[in-house]
């Protein structure tokens, strides 16, 4: 049984930092592009931020310069930093991975349960 195990939310400040974690676990064959998506009250699921195996990143303009994605292949995890937090980054985060289940199989995406992330102003 594939998951995706996020943590790292919480409640902070305007100005703040957090850093989330996402772990992929159980068995598969290879991992694809990973990523970080939000969802606000009333709003779409929107990208945040993905990263190829290689190490190559996307961002939305909206956390350009504030949010940072790496990832650890030896670890099957992602991790998004967070700084200089705004009220309008609160939302739940989700992440998002690329599987591959069988040796010579497609990837196929899988979502972690969601991690709330709440900043103050």
């Known amino acids: 049984q594939v998951q995706l195990v996020e943590s790292g939310g919480g409640l902070v400040q305007a100005g703040g930092s957090l850093r989330l974690s996402c772990a992929a676990s159980g068995s598969f064959f290879g991992i694809g592009a990973m990523g970080w998506y939000r969802q606000a009250p009333g709003k779409q699921r929107e990208l945040v931020a993905s990263i190829t195996p290689g190490g190559s990143a996307n961002y939305a303009n909206s956390v350009q310069g504030r949010f940072t994605i790496s990832r650890d292949n030896a670890k099957n995890t992602v991790y998004l930093q967070m700084n200089s937090l705004k009220p309008e980054d609160t939302a739940v985060y989700y992440c998002?991975?690329?599987?591959?289940?069988?040796?010579?199989?497609?990837?196929?995406?899988?979502w972690g349960q969601g991690t709330q992330v709440t900043v103050s102003s």
């Open positions: 998002n991975a690329d599987l591959r289940l069988s040796l010579y199989g497609a990837y196929v995406g899988y």
